[in-house]
């Protein structure tokens, strides 16, 4: 690794070590809970949600890389779909519980341990696909980065796909009867208070956003121990402009209108398990994909 890319683990070596505990202690109630479909999969559903299922194309006999990959189960959908797949996560619990979902559903995977800004030193093979979604770059605090590092694990030609939350959306919270704690954490909102502009959008250079919440997005499980969490803003233009200082070419941007979580009690989830503003409500973009190719 280079001393830049080392650089957001030595300054924010709280956030990390915060944010790991968290991915650690959740990891057994995700696979237990019936949002990640662990049984369905095990029993031959395809658990990706639709917006992969489409833009995600043929894999087959391609190399690709799940970066920040929690317990697996979309790297393992993705090995259904003809990829040679590895996950890498910073969790020990996640990559334990990788390793065994993979035994049980008999598919050939790897998965490593570790910090994604030290992916290219602990994955000396590059790729044709680099895979990032559903919550994922909000826990990095160096979007450059980052895209250095996805830039360091594609071969020539290899592409990046990325599915995220929008960054407009996530600027937005329900807030009525939340408690705020003396150093800026928000807890959790009132179902029935309004939407309205609460976290910025524009980065805030070695800051994060704390939070403090008593679940997991799931919405199931028992009162977690570790409940805080920092978490950082990359606006479109950070994320696009961190790509392309990065070597890489986009060729696919879209804007959707749903995401993978309830972002806000108010959103609908529909029958394809995606959640969405209800009826009547003025659309919002509530997430994006891209691809970018390194030439």
């Given at each position: 690794?280079?001393?830049?890319?080392?650089?957001?683990?030595?300054?924010?070596?709280?956030?990390?070590?915060?944010?790991?505990?968290?991915?650690?202690?959740?990891?057994?109630?995700?696979?237990?809970?019936?949002?990640?479909?662990?049984?369905?999969?095990?029993?031959?559903?395809?658990?990706?949600?639709?917006?992969?299922?489409?833009?995600?194309?043929?894999?087959?006999?391609?190399?690709?890389?799940?970066?920040?990959?929690?317990?697996?189960?979309?790297?393992?959908?993705?090995?259904?779909?003809?990829?040679?797949?590895?996950?890498?996560?910073?969790?020990?619990?996640?990559?334990?519980?990788?390793?065994?979902?993979?035994?049980?559903?008999?598919?050939?995977?790897?998965?490593?341990?570790?910090?994604?800004?030290?992916?290219?030193?602990?994955?000396?093979?590059?790729?044709?696909?680099?895979?990032v979604s559903?919550?994922?770059?909000?826990?990095?605090?160096?979007?450059?980065?980052?895209?250095?590092?996805?830039?360091?694990?594609?071969?020539?030609?290899?592409?990046?796909?990325?599915?995220?939350?929008?960054?407009?959306?996530?600027?937005?919270?329900?807030?009525?009867?939340?408690?705020?704690?003396?150093?800026g954490a928000?807890?959790?909102?009132?179902?029935?208070?309004?939407?309205?502009?609460?976290?910025?959008?524009?980065?805030?250079?070695?800051?994060?956003?704390?939070?403090?919440?008593?679940?997991?997005?799931?919405?199931?499980?028992?009162?977690?121990?570790?409940?805080?969490?920092?978490?950082?803003?990359?606006?479109?233009?950070?994320?696009?402009?961190?790509?392309?200082?990065?070597g890489l070419?986009?060729?696919?941007?879209?804007?959707?209108?749903?995401?993978?979580?309830?972002?806000?009690?108010?959103?609908?989830?529909?029958?394809?398990?995606?959640?969405?503003?209800?009826?009547?409500?003025?659309?919002?973009?509530?997430?994006?994909?891209?691809?970018?190719?390194?030439?």
């Amino acid at each position: 690794m280079t001393e830049a890319n080392t650089e957001p683990k030595q300054i924010h070596g709280e956030s990390f070590a915060l944010n790991r505990a968290r991915w650690d202690e959740v990891v057994a109630i995700h696979v237990a809970s019936p949002f990640y479909r662990v049984k369905e999969f095990l029993a031959g559903a395809d658990i990706l949600l639709p917006i992969e299922r489409r833009e995600i194309g043929d894999l087959g006999g391609k190399s690709l890389i799940h970066l920040q990959c929690h317990f697996g189960l979309d790297t393992l959908a993705l090995a259904r779909r003809g990829a040679n797949v590895t996950g890498l996560d910073f969790s020990t619990k996640a990559i334990a519980a990788a390793r065994d979902l993979a035994r049980e559903a008999g598919i050939d995977a790897r998965f490593v341990e570790g910090n994604v800004y030290d992916a290219p030193a602990l994955v000396t093979e590059r790729f044709d696909v680099a895979y990032v979604s559903w919550g994922a770059i909000n826990w990095l605090p160096d979007i450059r980065g980052w895209a250095r590092v996805v830039a360091a694990m594609l071969k020539p030609g290899g592409e990046l796909y990325l599915l995220e939350g929008h960054p407009f959306a996530l600027t937005l919270d329900q807030l009525g009867s939340e408690t705020i704690a003396a150093d800026g954490a928000i807890g959790q909102s009132d179902p029935a208070a309004a939407l309205r502009p609460a976290f910025p959008y524009f980065r805030e250079t070695g800051r994060p956003l704390v939070f403090e919440m008593e679940q997991t997005y799931t919405g199931d499980g028992p009162k977690l121990v570790h409940t805080r969490t920092h978490e950082f803003v990359h606006g479109i233009g950070d994320i696009l402009g961190a790509l392309l200082e990065a070597g890489l070419t986009l060729t696919m941007f879209r804007e959707h209108d749903a995401c993978a979580w309830a972002m806000w009690p108010l959103l609908v989830e529909g029958e394809d398990r995606m959640f969405r503003l209800p009826a009547g409500a003025p659309s919002l973009p509530l997430s994006f994909s891209l691809r970018a190719r390194l030439d």
